[in-house]
């Protein structure tokens, strides 16, 4: 499919500005075309040229624009799923992680080795020291999340909310930025 249908078919489904890709190529038609006429070319004083570049330039301003407004709305809506992660205790800020090394590493309860092939209680791990997998799981663990609670529901909404909205954000970039690429070729 050519370009234009393309663009044509992602403009109409959305509300979104795109780049003027069919104006553009007009111009670039009538600026040639004058060229051909007079025999020179002069980008200062044709005025296809003119508008040529005001139009690009707006059509790239109202594409950044749309860009950067949508991509800081994800942003915060990643930014706060993830502090909800953080406080149901599904993901680990950097303090968790280094509290729960300094235990495992010593700093801790460290499970005693095994006496004489009998190990004692907390000590279920493979020898060495080495903290049993349980005492790995309660440093953790801070939430249990075996049946998902309300909050967790929630989080899972705001992020299958983000995942198109980021896809289409994606698409969006894509189709724009192929515009712009072969208009200016041209």
Do not use: C, W
Request: without cysteine; positive net charge; charged residues 20%.
């Amino acid at each position: 499919m050519r370009f234009g249908k393309t663009l044509a078919l992602h403009a109409t489904s959305s509300s979104h500005p795109y780049v003027s890709y069919k104006q553009l190529k007009r111009l670039i038609k009538l600026s040639v075309e004058e060229a051909s006429k007079t025999g020179t070319f002069d980008g200062d004083t044709n005025p296809a040229v003119a508008e040529f570049t005001r139009i690009l330039q707006s059509d790239l301003t109202n594409v950044v624009g749309l860009i950067a407004t949508r991509l800081a709305a994800l942003e915060s809506l990643l930014a706060e799923a993830q502090l909800t992660a953080i406080l149901l205790g599904l993901i680990y800020t950097p303090g968790q992680l280094d509290r729960a090394r300094n235990k495992l590493l010593g700093r801790g309860p460290v499970p005693s080795p095994a006496v004489n092939g009998t190990r004692t209680a907390g000590s279920s791990s493979g020898g060495k020291g080495r903290p049993s997998r349980d005492t790995i799981v309660g440093i953790l663990s801070s939430a249990s999340v075996d049946s998902p609670s309300p909050a967790v529901s929630d989080l899972v909404m705001k992020m299958n909310k983000a995942i198109p909205a980021l896809n289409d954000l994606m698409a969006y970039t894509e189709v724009n930025l192929a515009g712009f690429r072969k208009i200016t070729k041209k």
